[in-house]
């Protein structure tokens, strides 16, 4: 089990909707080899806003985190409602 905080700032870093991952050399270039980090700080590492090339293809980033949706082009998620009942 790794830890789920951010190597860098010690945030909580598994949450859904902040997960992210990204392309396995950039990763390997300037990531935390098994650990996390939250977005803030990969950015500070980069020194550059993520950009869509930055992104893998994976549900992590198309689905489930409203940032990278949002690097990537993909409309905003419809916000939840409750249900009707
Ligand atoms: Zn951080």
Redesign the pocket.
Known sequence: MTNPN?A????Y?RKKDEFYMLKDELWQAHGVGKGL??I??MERRLGRPLQPDDLQDVPANTLGNPYTRKILGLPPLPPKKPRDL
Do not use: F, I, R, V
């Open positions: 951010c860098d700032c010690g945030k870093a980090l939250c803030p700080c």
